[in-house]
């Protein structure tokens, strides 16, 4: 843990209970609890894989972790999603499973611990990407960016080709935006910005 105030690195004790080790997990945090979610372990190890699908806790003050168990209607174990926090829910969007990409949208109430789906995944909506952004901004969900990968759902590529730059194998990274409504339930998909001169340099 980083100490702000005296800018230094405190380790930390070990606790009864820690996450195991893995790789392109996501957190939100509150003011008191960092929420973890997903997460790719053993990833050295092909036939080793697997992605974790539980929530686990870090107490602050406590600087302890526990893992709580969730009902409702959980995301699928996926890496590398977006997510934010605020006023008690935790909300997730897409994410990686090993195969393919998702665009669904979850949130997780962390009074109760019941997860719900607030958006299936569809063709009209968001592209189905990972490593993407999101943010809680006034009573909507604002996400931007993300990468997405070669598959059948790219029929969708004319209609993003001038927010999203493609690799040969049809995979590539994207600038598209969206907000999600929380009240209304509805997504709205946007463009407030192109991506012109677009250059990559390989050394």
Known sequence: MYNLHYNFIVDQP???Y???PRAFTVASASSEQLYVYGGLVDNFDENKRKLRTVIQIYECSTESWKELPTSGTP???ICD?????SDHILYLFGGYDGKSCHASLHQLDTRSMTW???????DSGPMRK???QMIHYNESLIVIGGYVLPSGELKSKSQFTENTYYYQDGSGYT???HKYHISQGKIQIGFPFICHDLVYTYY
């Open 175 to 177: 600038n598209e935006i």
């Open 18 to 20: 820690e996450p195991s």
């Open 116 to 122: 719900k789906q607030l958006s299936p995944q569809h």
């Open 81 to 85: 999603c977006a997510t934010a926090y």
């Open 75 to 77: 995301p699928p174990g």
């Open 14 to 16: 070990l606790s009864s």
């Open 130 to 132: 990972f490593d993407c």
